[in-house]
């Protein structure tokens, strides 16, 4: 059990790692070509910024010389001399007219005596000064400058970048290196806290689980008192009361069981002790085979058969195996006739009978079912409710139910017993019910026949004052 335990602590530490690690790589990706496309854009501008410089002076010189001469040779070097960079001035006819990198190298292999304005005076003799064969053609990414001159565009102006960090210097190199690292590590730290943090909830989340689990096992064998004892806002604390009040409902089901037991043993032993003993009599000559005594035991077959029936009748209902004739009826018509059927009860009991039926309440309905049912209740108010009392039935309409109300100034119940209202052969007190012919179970064959009708049974009771009972029936 423990090692099964373990497995959802794992689990879920694992979850959590695995989302954390996810988020980092894709902070890291996502830094990673931010940070490219930044310094991307960085070392473009700084080309477009060089370029648009050697095109200018290429402008000033080409307007101040007439044309592309020697003579520009001195001007532009001096914008351009960087080993980072590449810059080429093209004229409109396709030749280079400078190549920085060409110069760069010649300047170079030349003899350490020459000056540079005998390279230059060359220059005026051969403006290619065939020098750009020793360097390979430009290559990479490159930013361009038009010449304008007068208007009209002369030359073009080409700055490419030699090397992959372009611009760059080592402090920016240093700061984009130390960045990457910096989120490797915070996503590798992110990733261990994740895991702790997840391992650290999983335990939390988990052994509240863990008191649940151990009370459902201990319910299995046969402990009936175990409780998680779990109270709190949570889900899983609000699961464990839920469980316990589960628990409760089961071991007060089983109570009920046990004495339903023995009422039914009871109910069933009484009259078939009253039989037996007449029968002996009888048969050893103490009472004679008359119809006084015949009638006894008639008495008593009758009593057996009642219970019988109703306990089956309440099982064929619970199933849904009892047919119901649904039809268009008024809910006076059910009403009336349970009334009519009780009107001597209430006399015999000298209660006064208050009535206020209102007519035209159609409901889709069985006539003898719903007559069953409030037939019922009647009969309750009329058997705990003492000499003298009174009993008011009405109906009336409420939103969309016809709405039948019992009132009866009886005995009332108190809260223990308005939960225990529906339970089958359970009896606020068992003594006063034999003693008036109830057996615990006309209320729960009339909480199935309402619910049958898709309407509901509410109860308001106060002890020593009456209860009141309402069945709400969904009009037609």
Not at 132 to 160: C, F, H, K, M, R
Not at 163 to 174: E, H, K, N, V, Y
Not at 385 to 402: H, L, M, N, R, W
Request: charged share 20%; hydrophobic share 40%.
């Amino acid at each position: 059990m423990s090692q099964r335990r373990g497995r959802f602590t794992s689990q879920l530490s694992t979850a959590f790692a695995i989302v954390a690690l996810l988020t980092a790589l894709m902070a890291v990706i996502s830094s990673y070509f931010a940070w490219n496309y930044q310094f991307n854009q960085y070392v473009r501008q700084n080309l477009r910024d060089i370029a648009a410089v050697v095109a200018t002076a290429a402008t000033n010189a080409y307007q101040q010389y007439g044309g592309w001469n020697f003579s520009y040779y001195n001007v532009i070097p001096q914008v351009t001399m960087s080993n980072e960079i590449r810059v080429q001035i093209i004229s409109n006819d396709g030749r280079i007219i400078y190549d920085d990198m060409a110069l760069r190298r010649h300047m170079q292999e030349v003899i350490a005596g020459s000056d540079r304005m005998q390279f230059t005076q060359e220059a005026a003799d051969d403006p290619a000064l065939g020098i750009y064969d020793l360097v390979n053609p430009p290559s990479g990414t490159a930013e361009q400058a038009p010449v304008i001159y007068n208007g009209e565009v002369v030359g073009t102006v080409s700055v490419y970048a030699l090397s992959p960090s372009g611009f760059l210097t080592q402090r920016d190199i240093a700061l984009r290196s130390a960045s990457m690292w910096t989120l490797v590590a915070s996503a590798i730290a992110a990733t261990v806290f994740a895991t702790l943090a997840g391992y650290y909830y999983a335990q939390r989340l988990v052994r509240p689980i863990h008191k649940v689990t151990d009370a459902a096992l201990a319910l299995r064998d046969g402990e009936q008192f175990a409780r998680t004892g779990l109270t709190g806002d949570d889900e899983i604390s609000q699961l464990g009361e839920i469980f316990d009040t589960m628990a409760d409902s089961i071991a007060a089901d089983r109570e009920l069981e046990r004495r339903l037991t023995s009422d039914v043993a009871h109910e069933l032993r009484t009259p078939l002790m009253g039989i037996q003993a007449t029968v002996e009599c009888i048969q050893d000559g103490i009472y004679e085979a008359d119809v006084e005594n015949l009638d006894t035991i008639q008495s008593e077959v009758r009593r057996l058969t009642r219970l019988t029936n109703v306990i089956l009748e309440l099982s064929r209902l619970e199933t849904g195996a009892l047919p119901f004739n649904m039809e268009l009826i008024d809910i006076a018509l059910p009403l009336s006739y349970a009334l009519d059927a009780h009107w001597g009860l209430f006399e015999s009991l000298d209660l006064t009978l208050e009535s206020y039926i209102r007519e035209e309440l159609y409901v889709i309905g069985d006539n003898e079912r719903l007559q069953q049912a409030l037939g019922n209740i009647l009969g309750n108010a009329a058997r705990y409710t003492p000499e003298g009392g009174t009993v008011i039935v009405g109906s009336y309409k409420q939103d969309e139910f016809a709405v039948v109300e019992i009132i009866d100034t009886g005995i009332g119940m108190n809260e223990e017993n308005l939960n225990n209202l529906y339970k089958r052969f359970w009896r606020a007190d068992s003594a006063r019910a034999r003693s008036t012919g109830g057996i615990g179970i006309g209320l729960s064959i009339t909480k199935e026949i309402i619910e049958r009708h898709k309407g509901r049974i509410e109860v308001e009771s106060q002890e020593n004052v009456g209860t009141t009972f309402r069945i709400f029936v969904p009009l037609a």
